[in-house]
């Protein structure tokens, strides 16, 4: 094996009877993780999804001790994918002899595996780092006139003459209809 060639392990679970998008949420979580990490992740996510990745991350840890002789706790996750698997297409009937179409979606989960030092060069990130905000003392004078070139909106009569003190007016209470005519009667 060339030196600059690295090991890379997978394993897959096709036709897992899951949607491709569920799992695809749980396999975010474990990219780029070592292994003891990915696993405990996945044991406390609380998602169904995270038991068939769980299953097949302990695959793929198991090939690759027993097929290629690495220590499966110095394993990092490089990538995790869930694709689409095809769709079961199913019918319930329905009223009027109408029928509803149920799909059940199937995936194919692959997991890859790579050792720890080579990983940490190669692993792909889910979203690039954020850049660094510029000064606040540049960004002042700019935000000061945009703020001036603003129109402003004429504030609201109502509001405007409301203070904390004198929150609401407060409505006047509503006598009842029975009372007026017991007083009316007498």
């Known amino acids: 094996m060339a030196a600059n060639e690295t090991r890379t392990v997978r394993a897959q679970a096709?036709?897992?009877?899951?949607s491709a998008r569920k799992g695809r949420i749980v396999a975010e979580h474990i990219r780029g993780r070592s292994v003891p990490e990915a696993r405990a992740v996945l044991a406390f996510t609380q998602r169904a999804a995270a038991r068939e990745l769980e299953k097949v991350l302990a695959s793929a840890v198991a090939n690759a001790e027993a097929n290629h002789g690495l220590v499966g706790d110095e394993l990092v996750v490089h990538a995790a994918v869930v694709d689409e698997g095809p769709t079961l297409k199913r019918w319930r009937a329905r009223a009027r002899g109408r029928v509803a179409?149920?799909?059940?979606?199937?995936?194919?989960?692959?997991?890859?595996?790579?050792?720890?030092?080579?990983?940490?060069?190669a692993a792909p990130r889910a979203r690039p780092a954020k850049q660094a905000e510029p000064a606040p003392e540049a960004e002042a004078?700019?935000?000061?006139?945009?703020?001036?070139?603003?129109?402003?909106?004429?504030?609201?009569?109502?509001?405007?003459?409301?203070?904390?003190?004198?929150?609401?007016?407060?409505p006047k209470p509503k006598t009842s209809r029975r009372k007026k005519t017991e007083e009316s009667d007498s």
Not at 104 to 109: E, P, Q, R, S, V
Not at 111 to 116: E, K
Not at 145 to 152: F, G, L, N, R, V
């Open 14 to 18: 096709k036709w897992v009877r899951m």
């Open 101 to 121: 179409r149920i799909k059940k979606h199937t995936c194919h989960i692959t997991v890859t595996l790579v050792p720890g030092e080579v990983a940490v060069e």
């Open 141 to 170: 004078p700019a935000a000061e006139a945009a703020e001036e070139a603003k129109p402003k909106r004429a504030a609201r009569p109502r509001a405007a003459a409301r203070t904390k003190a004198d929150p609401k007016p407060k």
